[in-house]
T-cell receptor, first 108, second 112 residues
Framework: GQNIDQPTEMTATEGAIVQINCTYQ??????LFWYQQHAGEAPTFLSY????GLEEKGRFSSFLSRSKGYSYLLLKELQMKDSASYLC?????????FGTGTRLQVFP | DTAVSQTPKYLVTQMGNDKSIKCEQN?????MYWYKQDSKKFLKIMFS???????INETVPNRFSPKSPDKAHLNLHINSLELGDSAVYFC???????????FGPGTRLTVL
């Protein structure tokens, strides 16, 4: 079957570091995506991992362990504008299976 | 220039009506998608088209009919609208099937 799990909500303080975890289970896995979605807006692409390891892109990093069916998104030096939902999505053959998203609130 | 555009942005209609949502992308992508995002923010794929051919059809009621007149456009027609169809519908496109997808701004459909 297909299953994507991530926490529903997280809170953090401006300037801090936060890690959003995602576990997945798909039959034809071939990549893991993270998207950011601000309230009332479209999801926007953040990162893509297909091989094990860490991909760093500015303040955001994403990690994948295929053997464990596990990924995380790491956000450093949090800013107020990072308050949004973060969607984990596993690519299953030719389609994306999304988790329900983690709503992150950043407080001053 | 907007990469993926949808019209209308908001759509309020009565149960039983038929409505269409239009999507256009100017990225030169071959693959386009329709997603439904419900009130719990769960984003679920409905259809995908590659070069005007239907690739994915995810157990969607046949009241929903996608149409792709060319590879830059993918429209969604919904017949006999029901209360449960209320959601935000997102169009997306990608260069190849499943690779990084770019989403449109969404259409918020409210069925009364």
């Amino acid at each position: 079957g297909q299953n994507i799990d991530q926490p529903t909500e997280m809170t953090a303080t401006e300037g801090a570091i936060v890690q959003i975890n995602c576990t997945y289970q798909t039959s034809g896995f071939n990549g893991l995506f993270w998207y950011q979605q601000h309230a009332g807006e479209a999801p926007t692409f953040l990162s893509y991992n297909v091989l094990d390891g860490l991909e760093e892109k500015g303040r955001f990093s994403s990690f994948l362990s295929r053997s464990k069916g596990y990924s995380y998104l790491l956000l450093k030096e949090l800013q107020m504008k990072d308050s949004a939902s973060y969607l984990c999505a596993a690519r299953d053959t030719d389609k994306l299976i999304f988790g329900t998203g983690t709503r992150l609130q950043v407080f001053p | 220039d907007t990469a993926v555009s949808q019209t209308p942005k908001y759509l309020v209609t009565q149960m039983g009506n038929d409505k269409s949502i239009k999507c256009e992308q100017n990225l030169g992508h071959d693959t386009m998608y329709w997603y439904k995002q419900d009130s719990k923010k769960f984003l679920k794929i409905m259809f995908s088209y590659n070069n005007k051919e239907l690739i994915i059809n995810e157990t969607v009621p046949n009241r929903f009919s996608p149409k792709s007149p060319d590879k830059a456009h993918l429209n969604l027609h919904i017949n006999s609208l029901e209360l449960g169809d209320s959601a935000v519908y997102f169009c997306a496109s990608s260069e190849a099937s499943g690779i990084t997808q770019y989403f449109g701004p969404g259409t918020r459909l409210t069925v009364l």
